[in-house]
C-alpha cells in the first residue's frame, strides 16, 4: 500500500501526535497506519474526512486523488 496518510499528514503539517488527536489514535498507531498496517473503518472515515479525499485514494486502490465533497473540515 502506498505510504499515503504520512503524505497527506505531511501535506497538512501535522505531526502524528496530533493527527493522533484529531481521529483518536495513538501516535504509535498512526505510525504503524503509515508503514502499512491496517487501518480499522471508522478511522478510515475520519481521514477521509479530515483528508478531503477519497477513501480508494488512501487505501492505494486509486491513482487518482479524488476531493471529496464536505469533507476536509475536521476528523469527524
Known amino acids: 500500500m502506498p505510504n499515503r496518510v504520512k503524505a497527506e499528514r505531511s501535506l497538512k ?4 501526535e496530533q493527527l493522533g488527536d484529531l481521529v483518536g ?3 504509535s498507531t498512526i505510525g504503524r497506519w503509515e508503514n502499512g498496517g491496517a ?3 471508522e478511522k478510515i472515515v475520519k481521514l477521509r474526512n ?3 479525499c477519497s477513501v480508494d485514494w488512501l487505501l ?3 491513482e487518482e486523488r479524488l476531493v471529496v465533497k464536505g469533507a476536509g473540515k475536521g476528523g469527524n
Do not use: E, M, N, R
Open 13 to 16: 503539517g501535522l505531526t502524528q
Open 25 to 27: 489514535a495513538d501516535k
Open 39 to 41: 487501518i480499522p473503518q
Open 50 to 52: 479530515l483528508f478531503g
Open 60 to 62: 492505494g486502490l486509486s
